[in-house]
Structure formats: C-alpha cells, structure tokens
C-alpha cells in the first residue's frame, strides 16, 4: 500500500447548485473495454483510487466480473465474480485489480437516501452499513447478478437524462437497497445469525458514535443525547453489542488512531491531538493495554507485515 505523508485521502461527492445532495454513479477506472451494454458517457470515477483513502460520503460498488481484492479497515475480502460491496463514511479502503472490472459505483449521501426514502429504514439499521456487524459483502447468483444488472442499467440511463427527476434516482437507491437487506441474511455466518435483533436504541447510539467519536468520548455525554440515563444505555449496549459502551466508544477511537498510524506519517503526539486525547502518555496507555503495543510499534509492526 502506498503511503502519504500526513493526511489519508478524503473524497467528496462534487457540489451541485441543487439543494438537495446529489447522488453519483460512475465505472471503474479499470473498466474500459469492458463495459457492455452501459452509456458510453458515464464516467469513470474521477478520484484518485490507487492508495488507501476514504469518503465522506457512503458507496455500493456493484461488480458483475472482476477479480482482485478489497481492503477495508485491515480486513482483506477476495473479489471473484458477482457482489456488491458496501463502504460507510470514514473507512478506509483500497481496491487492488487482478483483471478489467465491470459494473457501477454508486455514491451518496445520508441525506440524499432519507430525503427521497422518509419511511424507509435508516442507513444504520441496514446489515452492511451496522457499525457492529457491518457485513460489507453480499456474493450474487447469476439471477441476483442480472436483477441488479437490469435495474442499475435504467438507474443509469436516467441518471444520465438531463431532465430526469431525482426523485426518481432517489427511489432507485431506496430499491436497491431494499432488495439488499432482503438478501444480506442469506451471506451471514451461522455464528452471526443468532445474533438477537438491535433496538433502536441501541442503532441510534451506534449512529452517534460513528459521528461524534471524536469528540465525544465518555457514555454520560451519548446518554444526554438519547435521554436516558448512563447505567440504562450501559446495560443495554452491553446486552446486545457484548460490549461495554465506554469500550464500544474506545475502539471506535483506536480504530481511528490505527488507521493514521499505518497510512499516515502523523506522528503518535499529533494523532492523539487528531482524537481528541490531548495526552499524549495516556494516549500511548490506553493504546498499549488494547493492543499490547505501542503506538509507534503497532506502526512499524503493521507497516512490515501489509506495505
């Protein structure tokens, strides 16, 4: 993986005069050639994409042939054939091409989905997008291959007409997405799928965090915002996430500090300024008793095993 020196990429969707965010669709930079039956005028995506970088903004990539691997968050997902692959805002992620790819990249806002979908399920409440059992990869049968193919095909076709109306567009994402929560039960592990159903209680806190991790760091403060009391929100995270809030909200913190640590060259000090732990001995504490290193060996030591 390539480095950069002090900061991991961010992409953000392009501004739009439209008041309501937009949604984008592009192919792969890989795909030329490959695509066959997509408007020619579709773009590749414009971003750079061959280092590990991240959004502000969620994406499904769908890939109907390709092999290769994805990286997301430390975790390395082998790509042969027909899936859909889902990112949230902030991960970290990297695609590595064996062959041409074909299929589409989706990218959107939260706003852009709740707007043209009020009544439908939140992004959290969705498998792929939970920040817990996040399940970022849904394989397609040849059936499911050509539903997606068939409607992300006139998805894109309207996209591309000026006067379309993104209500339209909007009810696509909402379609698909459906159709993904109905299939995503069929890729979890039977481990997993005796999981009990998360309140939404629960989902809402999840929410906050994946928001405020950074600068909102103790359980009284997530209490406050979902009105109940610290030992209550406590009680309940533990039951269903197998996890003590306070810890939920210190990996959400570390996971952080592991990504700058592996794809920046911010130093230890800065990173801890970066998540709001000011200290830089406590930062170096806490790091070690979680992961059994340091952060600068946790560095070197990941650094030799990935890069």
């Given at each position: 993986m390539a480095l950069v020196s002090?900061?991991?990429?961010?992409?953000?969707?392009?501004?739009?005069?439209?008041?309501?965010?937009?949604?984008?669709?592009?192919?792969f930079k890989?795909?030329?050639?490959?695509?066959?039956?997509?408007?020619?005028?579709?773009?590749?995506?414009?971003?750079?994409?061959?280092?590990?970088?991240?959004?502000?903004?969620?994406?499904?990539?769908f890939i109907e042939e390709g092999i290769g691997f994805h990286e997301i968050?430390?975790?390395?997902?082998?790509?042969?054939?027909?899936?859909?692959?889902?990112?949230?805002?902030?991960?970290?992620?990297?695609?590595?091409?064996?062959?041409?790819?074909?299929?589409?990249?989706?990218a959107f806002s939260e706003d852009f989905y709740t707007f043209y979908n009020p009544v439908n399920p939140s992004l959290s409440q969705l498998p792929f997008f939970q920040p817990t059992r996040r399940q970022p990869i849904i394989t397609l049968s040849e059936t499911e291959k050509r539903y997606f193919h068939n409607i992300l095909e006139n998805m894109v076709s309207d996209h591309l007409t000026a006067e379309t109306d993104q209500t339209m567009i909007g009810k696509y994402l909402g379609l698909i997405l459906q159709k993904c929560a109905f299939l995503a039960p069929k890729n979890i592990q039977p481990a997993e799928s005796a999981l009990q159903t998360v309140p939404e209680l629960v989902g809402r806190f999840?929410?906050?965090?994946?928001?405020?991790?950074?600068?909102?760091?103790?359980?009284?403060?997530?209490?406050?915002?979902?009105?109940?009391?610290?030992?209550?929100?406590?009680?309940?995270?533990?039951?269903?996430?197998?996890?003590?809030?306070?810890?939920?909200?210190?990996?959400?913190?570390?996971?952080?500090?592991k990504r700058l640590l592996v794809f920046t060259n911010l130093s230890s000090k800065e990173i801890g300024y970066h998540i709001h732990m000011d200290d830089p001995s406590y930062f170096s504490r806490i790091f070690?008793?979680?992961?059994?290193?340091?952060?600068?060996?946790?560095?070197?030591?990941?650094?030799?095993?990935?890069i």
């Open positions: 002090d900061a991991i990429p961010v992409h953000s969707l392009p501004k739009t005069p439209s008041q309501v965010p937009a949604l984008k669709i592009f192919r890989n795909s030329e050639g490959k695509q066959k039956e997509s408007p020619v005028s579709l773009p590749i995506t414009p971003l750079p994409t061959d280092a590990p970088h991240r959004h502000t903004y969620y994406e499904i990539l968050d430390f975790h390395s997902y082998n790509i042969q054939g027909a899936g859909l692959h889902f990112l949230t805002p902030g991960q970290v992620h990297l695609l590595t091409f064996s062959t041409a790819f074909q299929g589409y990249i989706v999840q929410e906050l965090v994946e928001k405020n991790f950074r600068q909102m760091h103790e359980v009284q403060q997530y209490a406050q915002e979902l009105s109940v009391s610290p030992d209550y929100l406590s009680k309940i995270i533990k039951k269903y996430l197998g996890t003590p809030s306070q810890e939920y909200i210190l990996d959400k913190l570390l996971l952080e500090a070690k008793k979680k992961t059994g290193l340091t952060p600068n060996e946790y560095r070197d030591h990941v650094r030799k095993s990935t």
